[in-house]
T-cell receptor
């Protein structure tokens, strides 16, 4: 079975500071990893996706994530936080044993302080 | 370019009533997924279709839940005899078929928020 753990249900940073959201996964097969963002009362929007082509993945809005197999991690970073980054962020794993479903972490709420 | 749409966006019902939600996927997408998201949690997989065939169902999908995709286009999710524990956001997503053994990106709709009183 696949699983995802997001460390820290709430993260607060100052505007302009580094954003680091942590994600660790468990998978018995090479994983596909995703980061999605959710704004209040909206669906999920894809930020970026890891497909084994490159370990450093660049996404939208200046976000990027690095796949580290030895650490089973896929942490999300952004060098400089913007007020519009305030949202809920979800890490997800998929592709296990031919299944198409995604398994999500519990989410991290990002707050940006002015 | 239209994305995934869901109707209604909000539904308030009384315990014991039946409710039905509709999802219209991105037009060329063969796969359609349903997830449930409760407050403060990540989405949980319920079921998915490839064209009109329902290929996987979660154990979360009790006998009171049924999903259909009769013509391989839109899908409906019905909950019979609703319970207060069914209150959640119901999310629909769609994806292209892709190559065998790959995981295509799932594109999510805005969700239907259900409140059972």
């Amino acid at each position: 079975a696949q699983s995802v753990t997001q460390l820290g249900s709430h993260v607060s940073v100052s505007e302009g500071a580094l954003v680091l959201l942590r994600c660790n996964y468990s998978s018995s097969v090479p994983p596909y990893l995703f980061w999605y963002v959710q704004y209040p009362n909206q669906g999920l929007q894809l930020l970026l996706k890891y497909t084994s082509a490159a370990t450093l993945v660049k996404g939208i809005n200046g976000f990027e994530a690095e796949f580290k197999k030895s650490e089973t991690s896929f942490h999300l970073t952004k060098p400089s936080a913007h007020m519009s980054d305030a949202a809920e962020y979800f890490c997800a794993v998929g592709g296990g044993q031919g299944a198409q479903k995604l398994v999500f972490g519990q989410g991290t709420r990002l707050t940006i302080n002015p | 370019d239209t994305g995934v749409s869901q109707n209604p966006r909000h539904k308030i019902t009384k315990r014991g009533q039946n409710v039905t939600f509709r999802c219209d996927p991105i037009s060329e997408h063969n796969r359609l997924y349903w997830y449930r998201q409760t407050l403060g949690q990540g989405p949980e997989f319920l079921t998915y279709f490839q064209n009109e065939a329902q290929l996987e169902k979660s154990r979360l999908l009790s006998d009171r839940f049924s999903a259909e995709r009769p013509k391989g286009s839109f899908s409906t999710l019905e909950i019979q005899r609703t319970e207060q524990g069914d209150s959640a956001m119901y999310l629909c997503a769609s994806s292209p078929l892709g190559l065998a053994g790959t995981q295509e990106t799932q594109y999510f709709g805005p969700g239907t928020r259900l409140l059972v009183l």
